[in-house]
T-cell receptor, first 115, second 109 residues
Framework: NAGVTQTPKFQVLKTGQSMTLQCAQD?????MYWYRQDPGMGLRLIYY???????DKGEVPNGYNVSRLNKREFSLRLESAAPSQTSVYFC??????????????FGPGTRLTVL | RKEVEQDPGPFNVPEGATVAFNCTYS??????FFWYRQDCRKEPKLLMS???SGNEDGRFTAQLNRASQYISLLIRDSKLSDSATYLC??????????FGTGTRLKVLA
């Protein structure tokens, strides 16, 4: 049981290049999220997916697209990377129970630098 | 005003000390509250959920004050391994989890 996995762990891009960050979870969770974390700021939501086949914008969606490929996988794509997208990206999933205390589980993160 | 506010610290405390952090939230509709721990360059991990009646897990005690809209985390008998950043997280039972910027704790030998 690996939990939430992300690839790659590190990436350096040049301005204008594109790339896809991969995320997968093996906990049978319905909800998945993509966040970015910048120094001095809390985690900010980029996109989320409440269930397979649905995606919605979060707080900072500009410059990103997502795909919920199936229940396990949720990818984040940067079509034309910009230096402002230099950040640490975390994928998370949330339990599907009826409890209001469904915690989020996070992947190990992708450290992206855009030159 | 930020939706979730925390003192960034750092809180520098000696081993064995008791330390407390507060976190204030602005949305009165918030229903679920959490403390996460984040080590340097690692992902956040759940430390504990915060229930209305307060809850304790070993050396850690969490309290919720709905009237004043804050939650607290108390760490007793601090260990070197407690050094980390502690994130306050608030949820209103929708998809939306709001994260504080974190409070940094350094436990000194």
């Amino acid at each position: 049981n690996a939990g939430v996995t992300q690839t790659p762990k590190f990436q350096v891009l040049k301005t204008g290049q594109s790339m896809t960050l991969q995320c997968a979870q093996d906990m049978n969770h319905n909800s998945m999220y993509w966040y970015r974390q910048d120094p001095g700021m809390g985690l900010r939501l980029i996109y989320y997916s409440a269930s397979e086949g649905t995606t919605d914008k979060g707080e900072v969606p500009n410059g990103y697209n997502v795909s919920r490929l199936n229940k396990r996988e949720f990818s984040l794509r940067l079509e034309s990377a910009a230096p402002s997208q230099t950040s640490v990206y975390f994928c998370a999933s949330r339990g599907s129970g009826t409890s209001s205390y469904n915690e989020q589980f996070f992947g190990p993160g992708t450290r992206l630098t855009v030159l | 005003r930020k939706e979730v506010e925390q003192d960034p610290g750092p809180f520098n405390v000696p081993e064995g000390a008791t330390v407390a952090f507060n976190c204030t939230y602005s949305n009165s509709a918030s229903q679920s509250f959490f403390w996460y721990r984040q080590d340097c360059r690692k992902e956040p991990k759940l430390l504990m959920s915060v229930y209305s009646s307060g809850n304790e897990d070993g050396r850690f005690t969490a309290q919720l004050n709905r009237a004043s809209q804050y939650i607290s985390l108390l760490i007793r008998d601090s260990k070197l391994s407690d050094s980390a950043t502690y994130l306050c997280v608030v949820n209103d039972r929708t998809y939306k989890y709001i994260f504080g910027t974190g409070t940094r704790l350094k436990v000194l030998a």
